[in-house]
């Protein structure tokens, strides 16, 4: 069946606009969970969804970030007034479990801040 | 110090050799290991997941847990070059939802 899409793959911004990141969850997966990859660094955690409650922001970087879930499926991910060092590879993934043991991942949107 | 620390590499191996890939972690009340690999461009996947001490087997990978250390490992027999990717441990306290903190990553190649 399908797997967790992301879109846009790629996306080029300027400072100081607004992002808008899409997460389509494995159809089913109640718990969503949004990551940032830097280079060379780990996955750091952004937010945790389970239906469309959001238990767990402690993740997000500062108010600037926002996400959100609507039926309990697609999830949106905000960033207001980006700025460069919001520059990475942003990662969604989906579980069916609450326990976040094993995730499924999207291919992540890459954002370049300029 | 981190919770979850992991040598960067890049770690490069003939075809054929055995990999080790290990973490080390400070939270004693980690209780899921987890290892994914992780491509270029693309996300990460999960591989195999232990629970608490002790050995598991798929294939030619075998992670192993020693919690007494807070050491754990991947091992990669018969390494392929389709092997070459970078490795994610993982870990869990586990309660009725925790998050799962991840590692760095180790950067591995195969060499034909």
């Known amino acids: 069946g399908a797997g967790v899409s992301q879109s846009p793959s790629n996306k080029v911004t300027e400072k100081g606009k607004d992002v808008e990141l899409r997460c389509d969850p494995i159809?089913?997966?109640?718990?969503l969970y949004w990551y940032r990859q830097s280079l060379g660094q780990g996955l750091e955690f952004l937010i945790y969804?389970?239906?469309?409650?959001?238990?767990?922001k402690s993740g997000l970087p500062s108010d600037r970030f926002s996400a959100e879930r609507t039926g309990g499926s697609v999830s949106t991910l905000t960033i207001q007034r980006t700025q460069q060092e919001d520059s990475a590879v942003y990662l969604c993934?989906?579980?069916?479990?609450?326990?976040?043991?094993?995730?499924?991942f999207g291919p992540g949107t890459r954002l370049t801040v300029t | 110090q981190k919770e979850v620390e992991q040598d960067p590499g890049p770690l490069s191996v003939p075809e054929g050799a055995i990999v080790s890939l290990n973490c080390t972690y400070s939270?004693?009340?980690?209780?899921?290991f987890m290892w994914y690999r992780q491509y270029s461009r693309k996300g990460p996947e999960l591989l195999m997941y232990?629970?608490?001490?002790g050995n598991k087997e798929d294939g030619r990978f075998t992670a192993q847990v020693d919690k007494s250390s807070k050491y754990i490992s991947l091992f990669i027999r018969d390494s392929q070059p389709s092997d070459s990717a970078t490795y994610l441990c993982a870990m869990s306290e586990w309660t009725s939802y925790d998050k799962v903190i991840f590692g760095p990553g180790t950067s591995l190649s195969v060499i034909p």
């Open positions: 969804f389970q239906g469309n409650s959001a238990p767990d």
């Open positions: 939270n004693s009340a980690f209780q899921y």
């Open positions: 159809s089913g997966h109640t718990a």
């Open positions: 232990t629970y608490s001490s």
């Open positions: 993934a989906s579980s069916s479990t609450q326990t976040g043991i094993e995730q499924y």
